[in-house]
Every structure is written in C-alpha cells, then in structure tokens.
C-alpha cells in the first residue's frame, strides 16, 4: 500500500479510537460530553477560589490585587502539563491494556499509542477556548498572537508522542515503569514554569527548568495567550528540532522491542 494511503488509513482509525475513547469515557454519566467543558470552568473557579481569595496571590508583572490574571498564567502551565499527563502517564501499561491488539490481530500499533495523546490535545483545546474567552471577556488580555497556539501546540505533541512510543514499548519489558513514570510526571510539574515565572527560579536551578520538556510550551503558550508575544523564533526552532529527535528515537525503539510484545503479554 502506497505510505499516503496508509497514512491517511492510520489517520482515520486513530480519529475514530480517539471518539469511541471519549463516548467510553463519558458514557452514562449524567451531564455526559458537557463534561469535558465543565471541568475546565470548575478547575478555572476552584484556583480562582483558592489562589484568590485564600492566598490571595499574585503573578509577578501584574497589578496587585489582579487575582484573574494569577489564576489565567497558572491555567495556561496546567493545561500543557496535563496533556503530558493524560498521554505519557498512559503510556507504560497501554500495551498490556490492550494485548488483544497485540496478540490477536495485525493492527498498527503506534496508532494505538496516539489515541490518549488525540483526547488529551482535545481536553486541552476546549480548555485553552475557554480560557481564551475568560481572558477576553474578564481580562481583557486575549491578543492577536493567541494565533500562534497551534504553532506551539505542533512540537509539543510530537514530542509527547515519541515520548509515549518509547514508554509504551519499554513498558512491556518494565512492568514497574508505570510507577516511576508518575513520579516524573509530578516533578514535571513543580520543575517547571507552571506555579511561576521563569524569572523566579535561582540562577543555579536554571538547567533544572530549562531541561524540562513543557518548560517551553509553557512559557511559549502563555505569552502567546495572555501577554501578546509570539514565540521567539530560535527557541521555537531548538524545540522542533529537540521534538523530531526525541520522536524518531521513539519510533526506532518501538519498532525493535515491539517483535518481543507477543512473546511477553
């Protein structure tokens, strides 16, 4: 089969395991697909809530007593973390999951390994809609730049998916993978700039952060959104190029350890 028609072939399985996981996900709930719109306005309120009015914080460079623009900058960090979260998080155990797939049929594995990863960019896409609008209609921060999300969004998500493809395959063979892999997800978080500035963190902690895959679309995103700066052109490139590696050494390592799957599940 020519590779535009196999691809668009993957294309179109993985669009459709991306919407029976989001029906599995929200089937017999009572609101059903109005969660995935409501969570984000309950997340948005409840930091509101608590940064706001409890602690009262505030983000560096913004005017005192601007609880809202705390609480938008801390959204922005959560959401580019929780796709990192729902996709690798998912990663280790997603072969032994559906080992069915992998013992019983001829099916294209990677695409299998792209389904958490399509419901994350789509829990984070209503997410960054809704706060678009928060911050255009309370904050009066939405900018012209915001239109460079998906240019920030593009790296990112390949990153992510050539970080799945190696944790899901060296998942089969580390069955305690899953557990370290929560524990790095979480010190992703707080390493990150995602609770504050870049500009915040020691001079002696700066390779700490820097290092840090989401720091980027982090910083990227929240500019992009709420400040009205869009990416730097040589940061965006280091990133490309850092996600194409990190993604081609993903497929390599799947493509060899997957001959062992059967074998092990």
């Known amino acids: 089969m020519p590779f535009y028609q196999r691809l668009m072939r993957n294309f179109s399985l993985w669009r ?23 969570l984000p306005l309950l997340m948005l309120a409840m930091y509101g809530f608590v940064f706001g009015s409890i602690f009262r914080a505030r983000w560096p460079g913004l005017a005192e ?3 809202l623009g705390f609480v938008l900058n801390l959204y922005v ?7 990192l979260a729902e996709s690798v998080g998912q990663a280790p155990g997603l072969m032994q999951r559906h080992s069915n797939f992998v013992r019983k049929m001829v099916f294209p594995l990677p695409v299998l390994v ?14 960054l809609l809704l ?11 939405l900018h012209l730049s915001a239109l460079a999300v998906p240019l920030i969004l593009l790296p990112y998500l390949l990153l992510l998916y050539g970080l799945s493809l190696l944790i899901a395959a060296l998942g089969v063979y580390l069955r305690d993978l899953g557990q370290v892999i929560n524990v790095v997800i979480t010190m ?16 002696v902690l700066h390779g700490l ?16 959104v709420l400040h009205g700066q869009w990416p730097s052109p040589s940061g965006f490139a280091i990133y490309c190029v850092v996600a194409v590696l990190l993604l081609v050494l993903g497929q390599r390592a799947f493509a060899v350890l997957r001959r062992g799957f059967a074998d092990l599940l």
């Open 65 to 67: 007593g601007d609880n």
């Open 16 to 38: 459709t395991l991306v919407a029976q996981e989001m029906a599995a996900r929200y089937r017999g709930t009572l609101l059903g697909r109005l969660w995935p719109i409501l």
């Open 209 to 224: 952060v820097d290092y840090n895959p989401i720091t980027w679309p982090v910083a990227a995103m929240r500019e992009a």
């Open 131 to 141: 706060l678009g609008i928060v911050a255009a209609l309370f904050h009066g921060t």
């Open 77 to 83: 960090g959560l959401l580019v973390h929780s796709m």
């Open 114 to 127: 792209a389904v958490p990863l399509g419901v994350a960019l789509i829990h984070a896409l209503i997410g």
């Open 188 to 203: 992703m978080l707080f390493t990150a700039p995602v609770f504050y500035p870049r500009n915040m963190v020691p001079q």
